[in-house]
Each structure stands twice: as structure tokens, then as C-alpha cells.
């Protein structure tokens, strides 16, 4: 019987695997017109800590900077979507809740949160570290940059979310 063979797994499979192919390649051309995250402008620098080291900068720069600063390094996959979304929004989300790049203007954590995410491993998040290489810090880096990040809010104490150097309005 031929219309029993045509209702085989693999004829289904033949049949259906070119057209949800086109579908998906299609589905992801579509959403290549989405604008959000593809407009990669870096604010300003507008103030900057006093870093207690040119270690501690440059441990910050390679494992934090990228969304924790207005110095970011835009990659090619961050014009791609659906990448580009949850690159753009990191970056965003980064540069609101702590940014070297607005010290004194924006307001920041305190320097216990700051060392201690980055103590426990919280910072930087694994999907960052599974494409960047060079955020992989080691134990002995972890503690070099949350005990620098410490000296560093010290010495050069930003805006302090809890109103501690500023004012709240």
C-alpha cells in the first residue's frame, strides 16, 4: 500500500524538515529588524575612582569593564540577534548598578558588595566568562581584585547607594 509507506516517519521527516528549516531561517531574518541592541555608543567617561593600583585597574578593565564601564568593546555577535539583546541588555544592566565610568554621578555599591561578588564568583556571570577567556580569573586574581576594589572605594570613595556621599535627590 503506498499511502501506508507515505506515512512513514521518514517521509513525515522529508517532508517537514525543509519547511520548519525555512521557517527557522526565516524567523531569524525577521527578527535581524528588531532595533534593540544594535546601537552600541559608549556614553562619556565623566569620572573615573583612583584606582590603589595599576593591577586592580587592569584586573577591573579585563574582567568587568565591559559592562561595568563606558569604555565597552562592542563584539561582532553583539550586532546579532538574539545575542545582541542579551549583550546589550548585560551592558545595561551592568552600567546601572555599577559603573567606573560616572564615580562621582552615579551612585554605586558598597565596597564590601562589590569585593564580595567577586569573591564568591558571582561577577563576573558565567555567560560572560564562557565567551571571554581573559575574565577567567584565578583564586589569587579574585582576591587581588576584591581586596583592590576595597583599597580603591577607600581612597577614592564614589557616590554610595546607601546616601553616604551624597544626596539622595
Not at 62 to 86: D, R
Not at 133 to 154: I, P, V
Request: hydrophobic share 40%; charged share 15%; proline share 8%.
Amino acid at each position: 500500500m503506498t499511502s501506508a509507506t507515505a506515512t512513514t516517519p521518514q517521509a513525515r521527516l522529508r517532508h517537514w524538515a525543509p519547511r520548519v528549516a525555512f521557517a527557522l531561517v526565516a524567523a531569524f531574518a525577521l527578527i535581524q529588524l528588531v532595533p534593540y541592541g544594535r546601537a552600541h555608543g559608549n556614553p562619556p567617561v565623566r569620572s573615573q575612582p583612583s584606582w590603589d593600583s595599576p593591577r586592580t585597574k587592569q584586573l577591573f578593565a579585563q574582567a568587568c569593564g565591559a559592562c561595568h564601564s563606558n569604555l565597552t568593546t562592542w563584539p561582532w555577535y553583539s550586532n546579532v540577534a538574539p545575542v545582541s539583546w542579551l549583550v546589550q541588555h548585560d551592558v545595561n544592566d551592568g552600567r546601572a548598578r555599577f559603573n567606573v565610568s560616572e564615580w562621582r554621578q552615579q551612585r554605586q555599591p558598597e565596597a564590601g558588595e562589590a569585593a564580595e561578588v567577586v569573591r564568591s564568583g558571582e561577577m563576573p556571570p558565567l555567560q560572560f566568562r564562557l565567551i571571554h577567556k581573559e575574565a577567567r580569573l584565578s583564586s589569587a586574581q579574585k582576591a587581588a581584585l576584591a581586596a583592590g576594589l576595597e583599597r580603591t572605594f577607600a581612597a577614592s570613595p564614589p557616590l554610595h547607594a546607601s546616601g553616604g556621599d551624597g544626596d539622595a535627590g
